[in-house]
C-alpha cells in the first residue's frame, strides 16, 4: 500500500487461520524452502544426496508446444512414435536414478554414523587425557624425597608447562624408572 | 565514426536482442555506422546480424566494440584479441545470474555461469568506460573491476504492448475468469532465480486464506527443465490442480491477452538485473507485488508493492491488499503508468546517445 517508505509493505498481521490452515502454511514453506538456493556446503552429504535426487528422474513427456501449429503437430507424431522406446528406457534410467540417490542416502547414514562414534571417541579421549594430566605431577613427587644439594631438584622435577602440551608423550623421568 | 554490437544470442522476443535492435536505430539516427554481429542468430533475425568471425579488422577505419555481456561465449576472448589488436572496447552489462541458482539443477549451465563471470572479469582492463541497465549491475561492474560504469535502462518499446491481444485466447480467458477468482500472473523464463516456486507458494497459501477460486499464470520457456519440473510436483503436492498453468511459446498477441486478464503481477525473483516484465506490468497498469531484491526495486521505484520477506502468508496478504478495488489500487495503477512513462523509448534512447557520445568525448 501506498506509504512514506517507498511502497514498501508494512508487516503482515496474520487473519484468524484455522488449525488445519496453519498446518497447510507450514506445508507450503517446507516446500518452497526446499527448492530455494543452498550455498553447497562442501561436505554436505546429504545436500549432494539430494542434488542427485533432484535430476535422477527422467521424463518421457517431451514438451510438444510451439508457435507453428505443423511443428507441434509433427512433434506430437514423433513423440506417439517414440514413446514406447523412451518409456523403456527412462524406467530403466529412473531406477538406475533411484538406486544411487538410495546408494547415496545409505552412505550419507553410515558416515553420519561413524561421525557421531568419532565425535563420542574424541570426548572420551579427551576425558582420559585430562585425568592423564591430573596424575601426572602425582606420579612424578617421590614419597620420600632424597636429600640433594639445593641446585638438584630442578633436575629431577618434570617441567609442568611441557607435561601439560605433550601428555601423552611425556616421557618418564629417571625417579619414576 | 562506427559503433559495432556483439552479442552472444540474438534471438527474437529477447530483452536483450530487442535492446540491440533499439541500440543500433539510435546509433544509425544520429549518424554513426553500425551493425549487429553475434555468434548465434536466430532464424526470423538472420538478415540484422551477421556472424562474428566474418568480422575483419579494418585498417583505417575508426569503431567501437559495443559488448553486450550476459553469458559466456568465445567471443569474449576474440574481442580482447581485437582490442590487443588497437581496437576500442566498450561493455554494455546485462547482468549474469550466480551460478549457485543452478548449481543443483543444471550443473552444465552453473559452470557456463562460471565462465561468463571470468570472461567479464577478464574483459575489464581493456573496456575503462561502460554500460549497465541499472545501477545494481553497474555496481557489479565496478566490483569485476571495470573503472567506470553508467546506467542506461534497457530500450524497449512499451508501444509494442499496446497492440490488440489474441482475440481467440482473450475471450477464451474472460470466460474462464467469470468463473474464477483472482488471477496472478508472473512473466520470465522457468529459471531458480527467478523462484517461481515462491510464487506458487504464495499462491497457494492465497487460495487457502482469501480466495479460493483464484488462478496463476507462469509464462516463460524452461531454462532448467529439471527444476520445471520441481515446480510441476509442487503444483501436485499442494493440490492446486488446474490452477496452476506453466505456459511457453506464447506468441506476443497470447502475452497481451493474459496481462489483459491479470489482476497482479507477482515476482518473487532473487535476481534480475533490471526486470523487464516488472516494466510491462507497470505500462499495462497490472499492480506488482514483488520482492525487493537485485534491481528490482530500482525498476519499480514506488510504483508498487515492495516486500522485504517473501514468506508466502506475508505475499498473500500483501497481495489481497493490491488487488482490493479502492483508492490504494487506483493509485497504484497510476504511479505504475507514472513510473513506466520514465523509461520510455524517447527517453532511454535520449539517455543512451548522452552516454556514447560522452563516452566517446571522453
Known amino acids: ?177 | 565514426m562506427r559503433i559495432d554490437q556483439y552479442l552472444p544470442t540474438f534471438a527474437p522476443h529477447d530483452a536483450i536482442g530487442n535492446h540491440t535492435l533499439q541500440t543500433r536505430r539510435v546509433l544509425r539516427e544520429a549518424g554513426y555506422k553500425s551493425d549487429i554481429w553475434a555468434e548465434h542468430v536466430h532464424p526470423p533475425l538472420g538478415r540484422e546480424a551477421k556472424p562474428y568471425l566474418d568480422d575483419h579488422h579494418r585498417p583505417g577505419e575508426e569503431r567501437v566494440l559495443l559488448y553486450h555481456s550476459s553469458t559466456n561465449s568465445p567471443m569474449a576472448k576474440w574481442l580482447e584479441q581485437r582490442v590487443l589488436g588497437g581496437e576500442a572496447l566498450t561493455t554494455d552489462y546485462h547482468n549474469i545470474t550466480p551460478a549457485l541458482y543452478f548449481a543443483r539443477w543444471e550443473p552444465a549451465i552453473a559452470s557456463a555461469i562460471e565462465d561468463a563471470r571470468r570472461e567479464l572479469s577478464m574483459l575489464a582492463p581493456h573496456a575503462p568506460f561502460s554500460f549497465a541497465d541499472s545501477g545494481y549491475n553497474a555496481a557489479e561492474l565496478i566490483e569485476c573491476g571495470y573503472r567506470e560504469a553508467v546506467v542506461c535502462p534497457l530500450l524497449v518499446d512499451l508501444e509494442e504492448y499496446h497492440r490488440p491481444p489474441d482475440r481467440a485466447t482473450l475471450d477464451r480467458l474472460r470466460r474462464r475468469r467469470d468463473h474464477s477468482g483472482t488471477h496472478w500472473l508472473f512473466v520470465g523464463r522457468v529459471a531458480p532465480n527467478k523462484c517461481q516456486h515462491d510464487v506458487i507458494g504464495a499462491f497457494a497459501v492465497y487460495r487457502r486464506v482469501f480466495d479460493p477460486r483464484a488462478r496463476l499464470t507462469l509464462v516463460g520457456g524452461a531454462t532448467s527443465p529439471h527444476y520445471l519440473r520441481a515446480l510441476e510436483r509442487m503444483v501436485v503436492d499442494l493440490e492446486l490442480g488446474d490452477s496452476v498453468e506453466i505456459l511457453s511459446g506464447l506468441a506476443d498477441a497470447e502475452l497481451l491477452a493474459h496481462w489483459a486478464v491479470a489482476d497482479v503481477f507477482v515476482c518473487l525473483s532473487e535476481h534480475e538485473g533490471f526486470c523487464v516484465p516488472v516494466l510491462e506490468s507497470m505500462e499495462l497498469g497490472v499492480p506488482v507485488v514483488a520482492y525487493a531484491a537485485a534491481a528490482v526495486p530500482e525498476t519499480l521505484g514506488a510504483a508498487g508493492v515492495l516486500l522485504d520477506d517473501k514468506d508466502p502468508l506475508v505475499v498473500a496478504e500483501a497481495v489481497d491488499k493490491a488487488v482490493r478495488p479502492g483508492p490504494a489500487r487506483d493509485h497504484f495503477v497510476r504511479a505504475a503508468r507514472e513510473r513506466a512513462a520514465v523509461f520510455s523509448l524517447a527517453n532511454t534512447s535520449k539517455q543512451l546517445l548522452a552516454a556514447i557520445e560522452g563516452y566517446l568525448a571522453s
Open chain 1, 1 to 177: 500500500m501506498p506509504n512514506s517508505n517507498g511502497g514498501r509493505a508494512p508487516a503482515v498481521i496474520a487473519p484468524d487461520l484455522s488449525p488445519e490452515a496453519f498446518l497447510y502454511i507450514e506445508k507450503v514453506r517446507q516446500t518452497t524452502k526446499r527448492l530455494s538456493a543452498q550455498e553447497p556446503a562442501p561436505e554436505d552429504l546429504s545436500g549432494a544426496v539430494q542434488a542427485v535426487r533432484n535430476v535422477a528422474t527422467f521424463d518421457v513427456e517431451v514438451p510438444v508446444t510451439s508457435r507453428r501449429r505443423e511443428l507441434e503437430l509433427v512433434k506430437t507424431g514423433v513423440k506417439r512414435l517414440s514413446v514406447w522406446y523412451m518409456r523403456y528406457l527412462a524406467e530403466q534410467l529412473n531406477a538406475f536414478g533411484k538406486s544411487v540417490s538410495d546408494l547415496g542416502d545409505a552412505l550419507a547414514k553410515r558416515t553420519d554414523a561413524l561421525a557421531s562414534v568419532s565425535d563420542d571417541l574424541a570426548v572420551r579421549l579427551g576425558a582420559v587425557e585430562e585425568r592423564l594430566k591430573r596424575l601426572e605431577p602425582v606420579a612424578t613427587v617421590p614419597k620420600t624425597p632424597p636429600a640433594r644439594t639445593k641446585s638438584a631438584p630442578a633436575r629431577t622435577t618434570p617441567a609442568p608447562a611441557r607435561a601439560a602440551r605433550t601428555p601423552s608423550k611425556a616421557s618418564p623421568t629417571k625417579a619414576e624408572q
